[in-house]
Nanobody, 114 residues
């Protein structure tokens, strides 16, 4: 059974930084990424990274502020979030795509408030 476990969420002030981590129980994925969902809104893409090519993709709203990276030896993907804004407040979900399947983590809350 595949499991994705997120960590690193919390409460930060505007302009602050957080680093999210997602550790998978297996390293066999084509792509891993982060999505987020704010109250009353649908889940949206934040960033993805390909397993082999390391090609990244970012939502326009986070470009220049967030960086996604991966440590294959640890089966872990990271999301470094800088210059955080109140509109970044959401539950952040780790995502992993394998062969014909998609998996989701349980989510970690990120709250940006003064």
């Amino acid at each position: 059974q595949v499991q994705l476990v997120e960590s690193g969420g919390g409460l930060v002030q505007p302009g602050g930084s957080l680093r999210l981590s997602c550790t998978a129980s297996t390293s066999i994925f084509y792509v891993m990424g982060w999505y987020r969902q704010a109250p009353g809104k649908q889940r949206e893409l934040v960033a993805t990274i390909a397993s082999r090519s390391s090609v990244t993709n970012y939502a326009d709203s986070v470009k220049g502020r967030f960086t996604i990276s991966r440590d294959n030896a640890k089966n872990t993907v990271y999301l470094q979030m800088n210059s955080l804004k109140p509109e970044d407040t959401a539950v952040y979900y780790c995502n992993a795509a394998g062969t014909g399947t998609i998996y989701w983590g349980q989510g970690t809350q990120v709250t940006v408030s003064s």
